[in-house]
């Protein structure tokens, strides 16, 4: 069984930074791309950043410039780096990942836990 485990976020003041990480446990086949969303209180959930297996990256406007998506050398891993913080980027980050997983290779997309990242004097 695949899952995708965050850690990283926290209370940061505005313009701080914050390294979110994320890392999929189990038998892995292969990876389409990972990424992050995030799900601000009363608001729906939108997409933050996404990178494919050949590195293309993506970005939510009201991010680009601050945040950074890069994967691990194991290819199994996802970080965001989070620059110049501001309120508004207060939420739940989710990272996200489009896999085949063994033993039965089917392609799906997965989610994990969630983390909370404040931004807040």
């Known amino acids: 069984q695949v899952q995708l485990v965050e850690s990283g976020g926290g209370l940061v003041q505005p313009g701080g930074s914050l390294r979110l990480s994320c890392a999929a446990s189990?038998?892995?086949?292969?990876?389409?791309?990972m990424g992050w969303y995030r799900q601000a209180p009363g608001k729906q959930r939108e997409l933050v950043a996404t990178i494919t297996n050949g590195n293309s990256t993506d970005y939510a406007d009201s991010v680009k410039g601050r945040f950074t998506i890069s994967r691990g050398n194991a290819k199994s891993a996802v970080y965001l780096q989070m620059n110049s913080l501001k309120p508004e980027d207060t939420a739940v980050y989710y990272c996200?990942?489009?896999?085949?997983?063994?033993?039965?290779?089917?392609?799906?997309?997965?989610w994990g836990q969630g983390t909370q990242v404040t931004v807040s004097t």
């Open positions: 189990g038998s892995v086949f292969s990876i389409y791309y």
């Open positions: 996200n990942a489009d896999l085949v997983a063994e033993p039965y290779r089917r392609r799906s997309i997965y």
